[in-house]
């Protein structure tokens, strides 16, 4: 179960209409409300997942604190339920980061991965090769500013340190792009001059701590932005040395 705006309506077994109504801006934020209307008080069991990266889930009935232990991921509230009354589920969210190929690394926040944010330039390009299969055309996506970028190695201690999340203030009913982007990352990093574009692609990874790039005071700025807001995606980065 993922979660996400939404409505169910449905009936009870004996025969009570019930209407829950989901309103929230998960995957960005951590707050999950949910609304109950229905046309006469009924008993039902109500499961809510909460997800393997989320250290201690709060739960809110009616603005009462409940128990939030779940039980394989899930919390299961059973409770006779009145029109109006609102659940609140809080997952709270923490930066982390996963090791991945060339020792490289990526970071997360919640359930989302992050990506280099970079402009990208679109161009149609006419398919001369089986446009009968694969269309007329087609669209190449190339970057238009600085990508081959490493990031420093630390411990999950020091991520809130050094990993600065921002809330854009943006709402759209499709956030999945660099123009509505909901949130960012901003950190500081380095320059890999010797890791370039081969036939197309970013080159082979570097593998980390192995260039001496440590001993380079040059830092810069980026930042990150959900994985799914970019077309162009640089989300596993090499280390270029410690903090």
Not at 73 to 81: C, E, P, Q, S, T
Not at 164 to 175: C, L, R
Not at 194 to 201: D, K, P, R
């Amino acid at each position: 179960m993922v979660y996400g705006p939404s409505e169910l309506k449905t009936k009870l077994p004996d025969g009570t209409a019930l209407r829950v109504t989901e309103q929230t801006n998960y995957p960005f934020e951590d707050q999950i409300l949910f609304k109950v209307s229905i046309n006469r008080p009924a008993e039902f069991p109500l499961h809510l997942r909460v997800p393997a990266w989320c250290k201690q889930a709060e739960l809110k009935i009616n603005g009462v604190v409940a128990n939030a232990e779940a039980d394989h991921g899930i919390i299961k509230i059973k409770r006779k339920w009145k029109s109006g009354d609102q659940v609140i589920l809080t997952l709270p969210m923490h930066l982390s980061k996963s090791k991945w190929y060339e020792n490289s690394v990526s970071i997360e926040r919640g359930p989302l991965t992050f990506a280099l944010k970079m402009k990208e330039d679109l161009k149609e390009v006419n398919n001369t090769k089986d446009p009968e299969v694969y269309g007329k055309s087609y669209t190449e996506v190339h970057p238009q500013s600085p990508w081959n970028y490493g990031l420093y190695d630390m411990t999950e201690e020091k991520l809130d340190e050094n990993f600065k999340v921002e809330f854009t203030g943006k709402t759209s009913n499709y956030p999945w792009n660099l123009e509505n982007v909901p949130l960012q990352i901003k950190t500081k990093a380095k320059r890999i001059p010797f890791w370039t574009i081969y036939q197309g692609m970013a080159g082979p990874l570097p593998y980390s701590h192995i260039y001496g790039l440590e001993k380079d005071d040059n830092e810069e700025e980026i930042t990150l932005v959900p994985y799914g807001c970019t077309t162009l995606r640089i989300s596993q980065f090499p280390q270029v040395g410690r903090k």
